[in-house]
């Protein structure tokens, strides 16, 4: 344990009101983005016993989410909603300082304390139960949110998904190679470039009003679902911070190109990368089951595409942070923002590879469920 933060998490509990005493803290090194923490207090259980009762405590990405008070009222407003709604649905809980607040900020940072759920996550996942649990956990979450006012909501990162904006941001970084770094990855950049267009497609789509807007997850990772820990059904759906209007393409190509490659996202060998078909099936299956009703026939057209979208995106954000010096998200060795990007390039072509089996087993999913 670091003594200067177990005592900054002391202070972040004592300002949220948990009774200690305090003993101990775990980093948890899932988040690319936040600090996540989880705290350890000692408790009377009732009886006299002592128990050991746990919260988790972010440091919220300032660099990242600009206004981080806005960002905590849309969680209120979105969990206030799922709770009231759909009352047996677990939410996490986020407590609130003495004034009120749930937030704190000073000094050292923004903080927010919620309750810590015990569980199991996945990376990768070769478990097609889980896949498809997790499928049907975020469709049942789009699906929660479908009658919620978008209008409500403040978009936390404008245009995080607008893949145009982020090309429009790799090149003018390109030009201007502030670290000198644009020399060395000029294979990454004439791909990508090459396939700006087909990249693309779902962000002119959407500009040209062509598919509707809904409340999406944005960030639909596979370990954004808890579940667990012994029967592995999902718990719940975690990291709200970028619930916005989006597209249904957004949640479904995010979660696609991050649970359905054959390799972590980050894999230093990206020549391993590539579609687990199975695993595609799986997703596509749960998370169908639930949104098919909803969902119209040009939204389900752009599903396939919308997976190699997002892993164009990714890469275009990965590429972008290495050739400005690593500025947005965590690194753990100098080139991994580098092996990010080749892991998505090498994704990305193989979905090109794949796209009619992808497209063809989503319509088939459709079909099954839509209920017409
Ligand atoms: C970030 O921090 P994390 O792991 O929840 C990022 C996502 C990326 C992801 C890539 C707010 O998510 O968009 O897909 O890294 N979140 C933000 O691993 O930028
Ligand atoms: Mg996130």
């Given at each position: 344990m670091n003594p200067e933060i177990a005592r900054k998490l002391l202070q972040v509990g004592e300002a949220f009101r948990i009774p200690g005493p305090f003993f101990s803290y775990e980093e948890i090194k899932m988040g690319n983005v936040n600090h996540t923490y989880k705290v350890n207090y000692i408790r009377d259980d009732g009886s006299g016993m002592a128990q050991i009762k746990s919260y988790l405590v972010q440091r919220v990405n300032t660099y990242a989410f600009q206004d981080p008070v806005?960002?905590?009222?849309?969680?209120?407003?979105?969990?206030?909603?799922?709770?009231?709604?759909?009352?047996?649905?677990?939410?996490?809980?986020?407590?609130?300082?003495?004034?009120?607040?749930?937030?704190?900020?000073?000094?050292?940072?923004?903080?927010?304390?919620?309750?810590?759920?015990?569980?199991?996550?996945?990376?990768?996942?070769d478990d097609l139960n889980v896949v498809r649990s997790a499928g049907e956990a975020f469709g049942d979450f789009q699906m929660m949110l479908s009658d919620f006012d978008a209008g409500a909501l403040y978009y936390t990162i404008p245009d995080f998904h607008n893949t145009r904006k982020r090309y429009e941001k790799l090149k003018a970084d390109m030009a201007a190679d502030p670290c000198g770094r644009v020399a060395e990855v000029r294979a990454e950049l004439d791909w990508l470039l090459s396939a700006e267009d087909e990249a693309c497609r779902l962000t002119d789509m959407q500009e040209q009003g062509e598919l509707p807007l809904r409340v999406t997850?944005?960030?639909?990772?596979?370990?954004?679902?808890?579940?667990?820990?012994?029967?592995?059904?999902?718990?719940v759906v975690i990291d709200l911070d970028t619930v916005m209007p989006g597209l249904v393409g957004h949640d479904f190509g995010d979660a696609i190109r991050f649970a359905a490659n054959f390799v972590e996202e980050d894999c230093p060998q990206a020549e391993k990368a590539g579609v687990n078909l199975n695993v595609f099936w799986a997703f596509a299956e749960g998370f169908l089951k639930k949104t098919a009703a909803t969902l119209t026939e040009a939204e389900v057209a752009t599903l396939g595409n919308s997976c190699f979208t997002l892993a164009c995106e990714l890469a275009t954000r990965f590429l972008d942070d290495y050739i400005v010096g690593d500025k947005y998200f965590k690194i753990r060795s100098p080139q991994h923002n580098l092996e990010r990007t080749r892991c998505q390039i090498a994704l990305a072509k193989d979905m090109q590879v794949k796209l009619d089996a992808m497209n063809a087993i989503v319509r088939d999913c459709w079909v099954r469920y839509r209920g017409w």
């Amino acid at each position: 344990m670091n003594p200067e933060i177990a005592r900054k998490l002391l202070q972040v509990g004592e300002a949220f009101r948990i009774p200690g005493p305090f003993f101990s803290y775990e980093e948890i090194k899932m988040g690319n983005v936040n600090h996540t923490y989880k705290v350890n207090y000692i408790r009377d259980d009732g009886s006299g016993m002592a128990q050991i009762k746990s919260y988790l405590v972010q440091r919220v990405n300032t660099y990242a989410f600009q206004d981080p008070v806005a960002l905590m009222s849309n969680i209120d407003k979105v969990t206030e909603y799922i709770h009231h709604k759909f009352p047996e649905t677990k939410c996490l809980h986020f407590h609130h300082t003495a004034e009120r607040s749930n937030y704190l900020m000073d000094q050292d940072g923004f903080w927010r304390l919620s309750n810590y759920v015990p569980s199991v996550t996945f990376n990768s996942c070769d478990d097609l139960n889980v896949v498809r649990s997790a499928g049907e956990a975020f469709g049942d979450f789009q699906m929660m949110l479908s009658d919620f006012d978008a209008g409500a909501l403040y978009y936390t990162i404008p245009d995080f998904h607008n893949t145009r904006k982020r090309y429009e941001k790799l090149k003018a970084d390109m030009a201007a190679d502030p670290c000198g770094r644009v020399a060395e990855v000029r294979a990454e950049l004439d791909w990508l470039l090459s396939a700006e267009d087909e990249a693309c497609r779902l962000t002119d789509m959407q500009e040209q009003g062509e598919l509707p807007l809904r409340v999406t997850h944005n960030d639909t990772k596979i370990n954004n679902v808890l579940f667990d820990e012994a029967t592995h059904q999902p718990l719940v759906v975690i990291d709200l911070d970028t619930v916005m209007p989006g597209l249904v393409g957004h949640d479904f190509g995010d979660a696609i190109r991050f649970a359905a490659n054959f390799v972590e996202e980050d894999c230093p060998q990206a020549e391993k990368a590539g579609v687990n078909l199975n695993v595609f099936w799986a997703f596509a299956e749960g998370f169908l089951k639930k949104t098919a009703a909803t969902l119209t026939e040009a939204e389900v057209a752009t599903l396939g595409n919308s997976c190699f979208t997002l892993a164009c995106e990714l890469a275009t954000r990965f590429l972008d942070d290495y050739i400005v010096g690593d500025k947005y998200f965590k690194i753990r060795s100098p080139q991994h923002n580098l092996e990010r990007t080749r892991c998505q390039i090498a994704l990305a072509k193989d979905m090109q590879v794949k796209l009619d089996a992808m497209n063809a087993i989503v319509r088939d999913c459709w079909v099954r469920y839509r209920g017409w």
